[in-house]
């Protein structure tokens, strides 16, 4: 069964650093690509990037760059998303994503359960 | 950027057939559109990818289609369990971006 499990919550200040982790299993894991997709409060769904874990091949949307890393650890098939210095507005829950292959390529057909943070001014 | 527009909300009654639009330039050519469905407090789930086709466990009730510059999810015969927001998705081939839809909230009556 593929599952993409991500890590807990947090509540952090502003300026704080925070890396958020999602570990696959079930498929193996550099075949398919990971995405990350935040959800602010009452809003919608925004892509923030993509990684291919067995090469770290990274795009991101231009609307992030600069603002999170993604990165990947093959080894541990864990993907993980990053920031240096959070702001209030990075609030929000954060999902990974697995991209399909084949005829699912350039959608995410499975999700985690996703990562609610929370920062605070 | 390329740029999809969904209404923000459509109603229906039970029993009855609910369409939710996505718009965008030439969507037709982009590769497939694929659209999720998320209930309140939960991960989205793919419903329809590529256009039309469904992944296993989702019911036939829940089909796409694609032309000209929209791209419409159908959901027949609706049931107070298909309240959610529904969210379409393009992968921008030549700038390699997944652009998502607004979405839409479906509320049944």
């Known amino acids: 069964e593929v599952q993409l499990v991500q890590s807990g919550a947090e509540v952090k200040k502003s300026g704080e650093s925070l890396k958020i982790s999602c570990k696959g299993s079930?498929?193996?894991?550099?075949?398919?690509?990971i995405g990350w997709v935040r959800q602010m409060p009452g809003k919608g769904l925004e892509w923030m990037g993509i990684i291919y874990p067995g090469d770290s091949d990274t795009t991101y949307n231009p609307s992030f760059q600069g603002q999170v890393t993604i990165s990947a650890d093959k080894s541990i098939s864990t993907a993980y998303l990053q920031w240096s210095s959070l702001k209030a507005s990075d609030s929000a829950i954060y999902y990974c994503a697995r991209g399909g292959l084949a005829a699912l390529t350039g959608c995410f057909d499975y999700w985690g359960q996703g990562t609610l943070v929370t920062v605070s001014t | 950027s390329y740029v999809l527009t969904q209404p923000p909300s459509v109603s229906v009654a039970p029993g009855k057939t609910a369409r939710i639009t996505c718009g965008g330039n030439n969507i037709g050519s982009k590769g497939g559109v694929h659209w999720y469905q998320q209930k309140p407090g939960q991960a989205p789930v793919l419903v329809i990818y590529s256009d039309s086709d469904r992944p296993s466990g989702i019911p036939e009730r829940l089909s796409g289609s694609t032309s000209g510059n929209t791209a419409t999810l159908t959901i027949s015969r609706v049931e107070a369990g298909d309240e959610a927001d529904y969210y379409c998705q393009v992968w921008e081939t030549s700038s390699d971006r997944r652009v998502f839809g607004g979405g839409t909230k479906l509320t049944v009556l």
């Open positions: 079930g498929y193996s894991f550099t075949r398919n690509w």
